[in-house]
């Protein structure tokens, strides 16, 4: 703590004096207090008040003893700094008598010995606001200043950082303070307290310093702090944080971590820089493992890997190619390969009798939600028990019966969910999918197209079978067909950048011919490809787009998915956006507030920015007349910015709660969807109630999102709690057609790949975040503000965008040639050991399995053998053990 800097409140026995008392009067007054000193207290308040007259002797030789004896006294006792020591407190009446000698002082060394004294006693005594510790330290000695203790060093740190501001306001010099700020910064990191000495920079604006100061048995902790901070810290310090931390890795070899910083940086130079500076191709093979799991398109060349056969497992490895294989591998290891029918999931059994009579409601709905659950529960399992169950009798395929058993645009979504069934397993699923694309129905056309674009997601490929397949449908008549192809190219190729696309994609956004739904998709489609490029062609199409709606159009459920497209572009690029949000200020005022707030949102999300979060909060806070629809994406702005860390998103829970109660009922409507998306695949029990609450409301949009946002908390966790939930509300709503449907959609969101998947868009420790994952999110979640008319209209499939941020939530340990090695781990809950003293346990409350593993949200895991060497810092995904050559086995 530091030293108190009140003088009345701190434990020293008298005031400090108002007007210099000669000595002999202090000694009189102190008379009745000595009684209750002890004798070793009496002697050393003698002794030191013999001291403080001898200073003021004409001897400088007497003068020296003095001061050399005071200094010993108050350095003996600085060491504890449990209370006041002794000799400051004793000190504290004559105070202001050495300060008015010190000034009447020739200068000598002497005096600078003085000036020391007097800083050590400005701790307890100096009057608040008036630095004077660090006013006498600048003109003391230049000793050594940890000798006076650690306390000491705070109160000067907190001075400096006070004195740095006012010098800077006041263009004062500062080279004097920087010469303290050295030492104390070199104190810090001698003593474990790097988080003061970071601290310390920031005020005096110089990170830079940290590199020279921290080694080997530090470096980590320091980092560790930067890249925390980073999330509380405004632009650009918290980039410069997130500098300093990538620079301190790459010094010390600590090469996995410095590429978690350079992907959270988005640099794609740094990835480069990180690859170069090593040539284990293990060590590459595992950070080929984190890009792909995060996404990044990256071309392995020559300055990668300079050996062929390298660069081909490299790019292999980043391409994904594995990862069906590993997520069979983690299924059969669980044991849950046996495919499930949606009843399976439904468990009617449990239900009291009056949900049976909701059989006879509206089939063909039904059979479209349990295409869904289908799709979702066995995604990726490549076998279910409606598409690709082999037929009972000996004629023809079955799939094909249930495919027929939906109607027209239900058929669209039940041929893509082929293409979910067959998640990230290219050559089979593009085979089972083929019989449908020469289908003469249309919307199986359209469906199937759609499931080609699902089946390559995240999955890249040297012969672009997708691009193949899917180019030649764009310009097709019919505009089923061309919707299925143009979302099945951005769900294929979401993050790539890809070229071809861009030009194929705007043309068709160019063209004066091209309705509203092609449209729409067509940018949502650019949006996905180009996520967070900022590109500026792109926008430009959009925006004309935008701007060339008639009245009519623009009222379109549709039409709001335009500016989500634009968002897209700028998703988490903060500033970039603002030359186009300028430009949407002068769009037709139906959708220039819409547009406006959903481009904010998208390009601060998972920044954390505080200040955005009020600008949404204000916007909130309006009562709007009548059609005005833009609180809907301020409300999920709010979610989207403050899921970065934490705090923040406890702090948005109690936000929402509050609009829940005030807000209009366009506010009420977005909050369930919100509150699902901060808690993605991470159902928390608060959130669970409130949405439970919200979703027997009177107002029929609210309780549908509630649903909605109830699978979304659950996505993935197969939480019993909210499966139960969502039985009792399957059979409260037995006789609402839509509500019946959405309960359906939470349910396989619930049970998402048997419990295997999540749709958080976090990994690596929740530090990094998939733009990809997130932009399939907000493009659902907009899609969900107007569950009637695209929901639960004919677009359902946008629901299929979720695929996107689908990703197995398992550790799976592989050796040296990549094939699957099963050791022990303990997963347990994280803590957050930021700043705290010695080597805390990082997980509480754990078990002990083999790999591979499933982690749960906010769970962690490391290993529980000292026999391998993981080499990512972070066990999660794909992560490469090595042998430890120091490992003896104990016999």
Same mark, same amino acid.
């Given at each position: ?16 004096? $108002?007007?210099? &008392? ?32 001898? *200073? ?6 007497? $003068? ?25 407190? =004793? ?9 008015? =000698? ?8 002497? +005096?600078?010995?003085? %000036? ?39 109160? &000067? ?29 070199? #104190? ?8 003061? %000495?970071? !601290? ?81 191709? &293990?060590?590459?093979?595992? =950070? ?83 295409? #869904? ?11 279910? +028990?409606?598409?690709?169950?082999? %037929? ?19 058929? %669209? ?18 085979? $089972? ?61 979401? @993050? ?13 956004? @160019? ?18 490809? =180009? ?157 669970? !109630? ?61 049970? &998402? ?49 979720? *695929? ?18 099963? *050791? ?16 805390? +346990? ?50």
């Amino acid at each position: 703590m530091a030293a108190d800097q009140n003088p009345s409140s701190s434990a020293a026995p008298e005031q400090p004096p $108002q007007k210099p &008392l000669s000595s002999k009067d202090a000694k009189k007054k102190d008379e009745k207090k000595d009684d209750d000193l002890s004798e070793e207290d009496l002697e050393l308040k003698q002794k030191l008040e013999l001291y403080v007259e001898r *200073v003021q002797d004409t001897d400088p030789g007497v $003068q020296k003893l003095a001061l050399e004896s005071m200094r010993q006294e108050i350095h003996s006792a600085t060491s504890s700094m449990t209370s006041v020591p002794k000799p400051l407190k =004793f000190l504290r009446p004559h105070y202001g008598n050495l300060k008015n =000698f010190y000034e009447q002082m020739p200068d000598s060394d002497l +005096k600078k010995l003085l %000036a020391d004294i007097l800083s050590v006693l400005a701790l307890t005594m100096s009057l608040e606001g008036e630095r004077e510790s660090l006013k006498f330290r600048l003109v003391g000695s230049d000793g050594d200043i940890g000798s006076w203790g650690h306390e000491y060093v705070r109160n &000067l740190a907190g001075e400096i950082a006070q004195e740095f501001q006012k010098r800077q306001y006041e263009d004062m010099p500062i080279d004097a303070l920087m010469e303290l700020v050295q030492q104390i910064v070199a #104190f810090h990191m001698k003593h474990n307290a790097e988080p003061e %000495a970071v !601290d310390l920079l920031m005020e005096v604006e110089d990170l830079d310093l940290l590199v020279e100061h921290v080694d080997n048995s530090n470096f980590k902790r320091a980092c560790l702090y930067l890249t925390s901070s980073a999330s509380y810290l405004p632009s650009p310090d918290d980039v410069l944080a997130l500098d300093i931390a990538y620079t301190i890795y790459i010094k010390f070899d600590y090469l996995a971590s410095a590429l978690r910083i350079a992907l959270h940086l988005d640099n794609s130079q740094y990835v480069k820089q990180v690859y170069a500076s090593t040539d284990d191709i &293990l060590l590459k093979k595992q =950070f080929s493992y984190i890009i792909a799991r995060h996404g990044l398109p990256l071309e392995i060349d020559e300055e990668i890997a300079a050996d062929e056969n390298d660069r081909e497992a490299l790019q292999d490895i980043v391409n994904n190619t594995r990862l069906s294989e590993g997520y069979l591998a983690l299924a059969r290891d669980i044991e849950v390969m046996e495919p499930k029918s949606p009843d399976d999931i439904y468990k009617v059994h449990l239900i009291d009798g009056r949900a049976s009579a909701s059989s006879s409601l509206d089939s063909a709905r039904q059979n479209l939600a349990a295409t #869904f659950v289908n799709a979702f529960v066995n995604a990726g399992f490549g076998q279910d +028990k409606l598409m690709t169950a082999p %037929a009972e009798s000996s004629s023809g395929a079955s799939s094909g019966s249930w495919l027929f058993k939906n109607k027209e645009h239900g058929k %669209a979504s039940a041929a893509a969910s082929l293409g979910m069934i067959h998640l990230w397993d290219v050559d089979s699923g593009l085979s $089972q999918i083929d019989k449908y694309l020469h289908s003469t129905d249309n919307h199986v056309v359209a469906g199937a197209l759609l499931g080609v674009g699902i089946v390559n997601c995240g999955i890249k490929n040297d012969c672009d079978p997708a691009l193949a397949l899917l180019i030649d449908f764009l310009d097709r008549e019919d505009t089923t067909i061309r919707i299925g192809a143009i979302l099945g190219l951005g769900i294929a190729y979401a @993050g790539t950048h890809k070229d071809e696309l861009k030009v194929r994609l705007s043309n068709i956004l @160019g063209d004066p011919k091209t309705t509203l739904e092609v449209l729409v998709f067509a940018a949502i489609s650019l949006g996905l490809v =180009f996520v967070g490029s900022c590109n500026e062609e792109i926008a430009q199409s959009i925006i004309f787009a935008l701007m060339e709606r008639s009245d009519s159009e623009l009222g379109d459920a549709l039409t709001r998915l335009l500016p989500v497209a634009l968002g897209l572009l700028y998703l988490g690029k903060q500033d970039s956006v603002e030359a186009t949000a300028e430009v949407s200020k002068t769009f037709n005022e139906k959708i220039q507030k819409y547009c406006d707030v959903t481009l904010m949102s998208l390009a601060y999300a998972g920044t954390g920015n505080v200040l955005k979060v009020q600008n949404l909060l204000g916007i909130c806070s309006h009562h709007l007349e009548k059609g005005e629809t833009h609180q809907g994406p301020a409300v999920l702005g709010i979610a989207l910015i403050a899921m970065a860390e934490e705090l923040g998103m406890e702090m948005a829970v109690r936000s929402l709660e509050r609009l829940l109660q005030y807000g209009e009922q366009n506010i009420r409507r977005a909050v369930p969807l919100a509150l699902g998306v901060l808690c993605i695949s991470n159902p928390k029990v608060t959130v669970m !109630d409130t949405l439970s609450r919200l979703s027997h409301d009177a107002d029929s949009e609210v309780s549908m999102a509630a649903i909605i946002a109830l699978g979304l908390t659950g996505a993935g966790t197969n939480n019993a709690r909210i499966a139960g939930m969502l039985r009792n509300l399957s059979s409260y709503y037995y006789k609402e057609a839509g509500h019946l449907f959405c309960v359906r959609i939470a349910q396989g969101l619930v049970h &998402l790949g048997k419990g295997l998947l999540t749709l958080s868009p976090y990994h690596s420790d929740r530090f990094l975040l998939c733009p990809m994952a997130l932009a399939g999110l907000v493009t659902v979640l907009h899609a969900c503000l107007d569950m009637k008319s695209i929901i639960l209209g004919k677009y359902h499939y946008m629901l299929y965008a979720l *695929v996107l941020a689908m990703q197995p939530r398992m550790l799976m340990t592989v050796d040296e040639d990549l094939k699957p090695l099963s *050791v022990p781990v303990r997963v347990g809950q994280a803590v957050d050991v930021v700043g705290q003293a010695g080597r805390p +346990k990082t997980i509480t409350g754990f078990q002990t399995h083999s790999t591979p593993v499933l982690l749960a949200a906010g769970e962690r895991a490391e290993l529980a053998t000292e026999k391998y060497i993981p080499l990512s810092p972070v066990l999660e995904g794909y992560v490469i053990l090595k042998e430890n050559p120091e490992y003896r086995e104990d016999h």
